[in-house]
Every structure is written in C-alpha cells, then in structure tokens.
Nanobody, 120 residues
C-alpha cells in the first residue's frame, strides 16, 4: 500500500496549482485523506483533511483559497490551491488513513512529498 503525489512546482504569487495523490495496493478501506506541509526549519502541519463522509478541515491560513476533494473510485485526493502566497511555499505531503487487505487495523500512510514554491 502506498501513496503517490504529484502536481507541485513553481508559481507566481496569486497563481494556482493542483496537487493529486493516489493510493494504490491491496487496500480494504480508506478513512480520511489529507495534505500536510513542511517549510524549511518548521514542523509538518496539516493543511486540509477530508473524511470519508465528506467533512473537511482547513487550517485557517488557507480557508477560502484551497479546496480539498477526493474521488473514492480512484482512491485519489486533490488539493486545489488558488491565490497562492509566498508563505505557502513548502514541501506538501499527502496522508491517508488506510486498512490494507488482510490487516486488522488502519494506520496512517505518507506520500513522498512534492515541492510547492511561490515566488516572483
């Protein structure tokens, strides 16, 4: 079971990016999926999370600018980032709480991280 993220890059302030993260492998179930970010010298913090019932969480600094969504048929979570600011610059990690086939419990899995740089 693994997560593969994509979609990072360099964008000017005010621009947009869309991150994608797909879970693959022998997955029995997926609970919440989300995105975290880590800027240089700082801890990894949650950005947005979407739960299996559709409820979402956003950290205050991205409310109104970022939108998280998921496609359950594709085991994929997306993060649409608009009106990007230099302070959004970080490595973005996807996270999913999943139960593999044949395993009796769920746990958190992490993707490999994708760099987002907002700069003019």
């Amino acid at each position: 079971v693994q997560l593969q993220a994509s979609g990072g890059g360099l964008v000017q302030p005010g621009g947009s990016l869309r991150l994608s993260c797909t879970a693959s492998g022998n997955i029995f179930s997926i609970n919440h999926m989300g995105w975290y970010r880590q800027a240089p010298g700082k801890q990894r913090d949650p950005v947005a999370i979407i739960y299996s019932g559709g409820t979402t969480f956003y950290t205050d600094s991205v409310k109104g600018r970022f939108t998280i969504s998921r496609d359950n048929d594709k085991n994929t979570v997306y993060l649409q980032m608009n009106s990007l600011k230099p302070e959004d610059t970080a490595v973005y990690y996807c996270n999913a709480n999943m139960k593999p086939v044949g395993v009796g419990y769920s746990r958190n899995y992490w993707g490999q991280g994708t760099q987002v740089t907002v700069s003019s």
